[in-house]
Structures are given as structure tokens and as C-alpha cells.
């Protein structure tokens, strides 16, 4: 399919949390550019270069501080030409003419 598609996550916490990434439950070790932006916030993102089938699967980011534990995830899903990128209930499209 030859999309390249990339998740954020930011996270914010005493102490600055860690985040970490798994796709289908599987840990994505040493996959993520993780920023800390000041004392209190991280930023992090992947990058799925040249998706493929294989790729289209459930996407989770996890910060986790000595508090507490949080995860969000997302859903990038294919359907015949066009790309959805799901999280929180919405939705977001990406069409693959464009990219032709």
C-alpha cells in the first residue's frame, strides 16, 4: 500500500512518566522517538514506513510513572482505498488515490 503513517502520544506527570509502544499487545522496543518537552510532559511517536497488510492492527501507547499507568490505543484499518486511522471513538481518514 506504501503509506507511511505515524502516532503521537503525550503524557504529562510527577514524576515524568515513560512511554512505551505495542502493536497487538506486542511490546515495539527501542521503535519510538520519545521527547521529554519540560519537567512534568513527554512526547512520543512511531512511524509505520510503507504500511502493508500486516500493519493494519491495534496501536497502543502507555505511560507509566510509579503512580499510575495509562494507555490509549488506536486502530489503523484498511478498507478497499481508503485508510482509517481510529482512536477515542473517531475517526480519521486518509485516501489512497492521493498517494498513487
Known sequence: LGLNVT?????????????????????????????????????????????KMDDFEMYACTAMNSLNTVSKSAMLINASELVYWCCHEMCFTVSLQQYR
Not at 512505551?20 to 512534568?40: C, E, G, R
Not at 511517536?45 to 504500511?51: C, F, M, P
Open 7 to 51: 502516532f503521537s502520544c503525550t503524557a504529562t506527570g510527577i514524576p515524568l512518566p515513560n512511554i512505551s509502544w505495542s502493536s497487538d499487545n506486542i511490546d515495539m522496543i527501542n521503535a519510538s522517538n520519545t521527547t521529554a518537552l519540560n519537567v512534568t510532559t513527554v512526547y512520543s511517536e512511531i512511524s509505520v514506513a510503507n504500511i
